[in-house]
């Protein structure tokens, strides 16, 4: 095998772990949906997170009583760098939770399934290019 070879590698290891996020994240969200208990909540306030370029992240903290009475408080998984009204401090929200752990949760027209949508379609073509081009080269005369 020539080292060009092992260039092909770099693409199908990106695919491949772009992949396996998007499909995790696809089959949690599918199984909050299937499973998940839906409660009314407010944003008690917003974790702020910076990346490495300085961006800023605004990820809101939801608080409700799930229903065997337990209080709960989490924050998204998903940022935004802008707050609409809709989730400003004391909105009132609609959350789907995992009755079992309730820190597996959405937040109703927050999080989105865009972004594990777009893993996966990323993740799938690198991923089918790099196995094509290396099928091709191995088989190629």
Request: charged fraction near 25%; hydrophobic fraction near 45%.
């Amino acid at each position: 095998m020539e080292r060009v070879w092992l260039f092909s590698f770099i693409p199908l290891t990106i695919g491949v772990v772009f992949l396996g996020f998007g499909v995790y994240g696809l089959r949690r969200a599918g199984a909050l949906r299937r499973t998940g208990l839906i409660a009314e909540a407010r944003i008690v306030r917003h974790d702020v997170r910076r990346d490495d370029e300085g961006a800023t992240f605004y990820h809101p903290v939801a608080a409700w009583t799930a229903r065997d009475g337990r209080r709960c408080e989490y924050s998204s998984r998903f940022g935004r760098g802008i707050v609409g009204n809709d989730f400003c401090v004391g909105a009132r929200v609609m959350v789907r939770y995992d009755p079992q752990t309730p820190n597996r949760f959405t937040i109703e027209g927050w999080d989105m399934r865009t972004v594990d949508l777009l893993f996966t379609v990323l993740g799938s073509t690198f991923t089918a290019g790099a196995v094509t081009m290396l099928l091709l080269r191995l088989f190629a005369p």
